[in-house]
């Protein structure tokens, strides 16, 4: 029987908390703290039309150095292997290189989630060979290998300028080389969930070696999730309820056991520790008396409760959905 819900109702035990408890006997709680996520500003030079931090140009918000310093020591303490570096365009944050050389220099694998089109910006040109000499993992968006779709969702020109970018990347060396990955990510233009990521990525790999001759190393598929601009764009249309329905009626126990909360620490550009980035686009931070990270304890966070809500079901549906693709 499909159980009615109320999009992104937030309260102590939601249906998505019922979900969880019915399938592990217990509320969502963490595992590992694998990966230290960071959110350092939400300044951006596109304003994309699902963008769940609702970034824009005319954003202010950025994260310190002294944050930044605070965030390193929250990785050393907890063992965190990985620093995942997003925004806004993270790389508009005046600290941005030395955080990214501070991580490396702490030996954590450090992974930068990229718009591309911010390389074409001046003073961001040279970037690439910066990206190359502390080997960073990027992950880039693509939302489709289709022009029209991806300009609808991200603005007019957004896609050549990100097959230009790509190109420069495969120039140096990035898509092609082991120790130099880019990943691409999809996410679908409207209240649908994404393909098979498998399918998927033969797909993209074939277009756009046919069309442009250039090359990526992996596709991420990622569920929209009903907050930010993409919920006001549903909200316009009218499809709000009927998508976070679909959510959650493709609720897949076999999600649960990666779902990124359970396995990383988020801080948000002021300090803030969150769940995961979407609780920080939400404003719902970790639960417990420390929400800062300079109060950061690992033994205690470990385990935590997760807060969670009704936009938790983008992560379960289907095959999930994580900073890292499907999940299941
Ligand atoms: S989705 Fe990414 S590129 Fe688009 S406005 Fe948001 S942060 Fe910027
Ligand atoms: S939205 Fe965040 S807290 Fe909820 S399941 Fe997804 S990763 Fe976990």
């Given at each position: 029987m499909t159980e009615t819900i109320t999009p992104l109702r937030i309260h102590s035990?939601?249906?998505f908390d019922r979900r969880v408890i019915k399938a592990e006997g217990e509320p969502l709680s963490g595992l590992s703290i694998d990966t230290v996520q960071v959110n350092?500003?939400?300044?951006c030079n596109l304003a994309c039309h699902h963008c769940h931090v609702e970034s824009s140009p005319a954003r202010k918000e950025e994260m310190t150095?002294?944050?930044m310093q605070l965030v390193l020591d929250a990785a050393e303490r907890c063992g965190a292997g990985t620093i995942d570096i997003t925004g806004g365009a993270p790389e508009m944050n005046p600290?941005?290189?030395?955080f990214v050389a501070a991580a490396r220099a702490l030996d954590k694998h450090v992974m930068v989630r990229t718009n591309l089109t911010i390389m074409l910006e001046s003073g961001y040109e040279d970037l690439p060979r910066f990206f190359k000499q502390y080997r960073v993992h990027l992950i880039a968006s693509l939302p489709c290998y289709l022009e029209n779709n991806v300009d609808k969702q991200r603005g007019r020109g957004v896609y050549k300028e990100s097959i230009e970018v790509i190109r420069r990347f495969n120039q140096i060396?990035?898509?092609?080389e082991s120790d130099l990955p880019l990943d691409l990510v999809f996410n679908p233009g409207g209240p649908?969930?994404?393909?098979?990521?498998?399918?998927?990525e033969e797909a993209y790999r074939h277009e756009l070696a046919a069309r442009f001759g250039i090359r990526f190393t992996r596709l991420i598929a990622i569920t929209n999730i009903a907050i930010g601009r993409f919920l006001h764009d549903l909200q316009r249309q009218g499809k709000a309820e009927q998508y976070q329905q679909l959510l959650c009626d493709s609720f897949n126990p076999a999600t649960l056991a990666g779902l990124m909360c359970r396995h990383q620490l988020h801080v948000g550009w002021d300090g803030t520790m969150y769940d995961c980035d979407f609780n920080f686009a939400l404003?719902?931070?970790?639960l417990g008396p420390s929400r800062h990270?300079?109060?950061?304890?690992p033994a205690t966070f470990v385990s935590r409760r997760i807060a969670t809500g009704e936009h938790c079901f983008a992560c379960t549906a289907g095959c999930g959905s994580s900073c890292g693709g499907a999940l299941a």
């Open positions: 035990e939601s249906t350092i500003g939400l300044r150095w002294e944050t600290q941005f290189r030395r060396g990035y898509g092609l649908s969930l994404p393909p098979d990521q498998h399918a998927l404003a719902l931070p970790t990270v300079r109060d950061f304890d």
